[in-house]
């Protein structure tokens, strides 16, 4: 081991999992040691759909003050996206989809895609503080269903409030189908704040190569008191609780009214989606029935994730329009986001790419 690596190796790693979904901001820090999380962190902010809001930015670059190695997880929230049963790229125009116009992954015998221009629009969403990792929702949902997927055919969705992503998986190594379904434009066309951001021109984004930005950190280090890195740790585990703290007592000062006002809005908004969402997931299941690429099978029941939780009263609706079986399960998407981003640093590390 060199005396780079060895110095690396000492200092902590930062990975931040974002969530931007309908008016919450949600993020999740946990700092790596050796390998090993010795502190996880939770936050909350308000925000307009489709926004990183500046209490997160300040947030987040007051974490990267204090740890030059922190590194930021989000979702791709393109509309051009999905999943494809093939292990052959030379496929993917049976699908309609030009190499040449995404990115992709190989996971087991079948890949994930998002357009390039869609990866640009969440940089570009994350301008002031940069991101590191894009992640498929395609592959963070079958981050949530690998270890338990079944052999029979299953529907598995990830309800957002302002997207469902689903996929038809037989097995662990067999997802059949998949479909990507922006909710917010049908929820809330008063505001289009997230649309005007994403029109503008995409030139002058500032991408930043996460490959350059990390040698760059590597050989800027200069004289490192080591002695002071545990110190240093304990400093941004205080700061990030004392930041908890605060979120908390900013909830209680918040007044009862506009509380109210909020849940009532809430509650008639997830009517909404879900109305919505039925009649997406009903037009993805006769996609998948009717359409011969796709190997189709019969589904014998819906399992759903629901990491913001929407009353189950309400989503027995898709049950009902679909007449499958539901089953909902809860999940926590910012969390998930920080470990895939880990997974992500790791893979870059072990080919010396970072």
Not at 294 to 307: A, C, G
């Amino acid at each position: 081991m060199n005396l780079k690596k060895a110095i690396r190796y000492l200092l902590a790693t930062v990975v931040i999992g974002v969530e931007i979904d309908n008016r919450f901001c949600y993020i999740t820090t946990k700092i790596y040691k050796r390998a090993k999380v010795i502190e996880t962190q939770t936050k909350t902010f308000k925000t307009n759909p489709g926004e990183l809001p500046m209490s997160a930015v300040r947030y987040i670059n007051s974490i990267r003050f204090k740890k030059p190695f922190t590194y930021i997880s989000s979702l791709s929230t393109s509309i051009i996206q999905g999943v494809m049963d093939t292990a052959n790229e030379d496929d993917f125009i049976k699908y309609g989809v030009n190499v040449s116009d995404i990115e992709s992954k190989r996971i087991d015998d079948w890949f994930v895609y998002c357009s390039k221009e869609g990866i640009a629009e969440t940089r570009k969403q994350f301008l002031k503080v940069g991101v590191d990792f894009v992640i498929s929702p395609f592959a963070l949902l079958y981050s949530l269903i690998k270890n338990t997927v079944e052999d029979t055919c299953n529907l598995y969705i990830l309800f957002q409030k302002s997207n469902i992503t689903m996929m038809v998986a037989k097995g662990k190594n067999e997802i059949l189908f998949g479909a990507y379904y922006i909710l917010e434009s049908k929820i809330n066309l008063r505001d289009n704040t997230a649309k005007k951001h994403l029109s503008e021109d995409l030139d002058d984004i500032d991408e930043s190569d996460v490959t350059n930005d990390i040698n760059h950190e590597l050989y800027s280090l200069g004289d490192l008191d080591l002695a002071d890195e545990s110190d240093s740790d304990e400093e941004l585990i205080e700061f990030l609780k004392d930041e908890s703290d605060d979120s908390i007592e900013e909830n209680i000062e918040e007044s009862i009214e506009e509380s109210i006002n909020d849940n009532h809005q809430e509650s008639f908004d997830d009517f909404s989606r879900v109305s919505y969402a039925a009649k997406f997931i009903q037009s993805a299941v006769s996609e998948f029935y009717n359409n011969k690429i796709y190997k189709s099978d019969f589904i014998t029941q819906i399992i759903l994730f629901n990491p913001h939780k929407i009353d189950k009263e309400v989503l027995k609706h898709i049950a009902n329009v679909t007449m499958l079986d539901l089953d909902v399960r809860a999940c926590n998407i910012s969390d998930i986001l920080s470990n895939l981003g880990y997974e992500s640093y790791k893979f870059f590390e072990e080919k010396e790419m970072i």
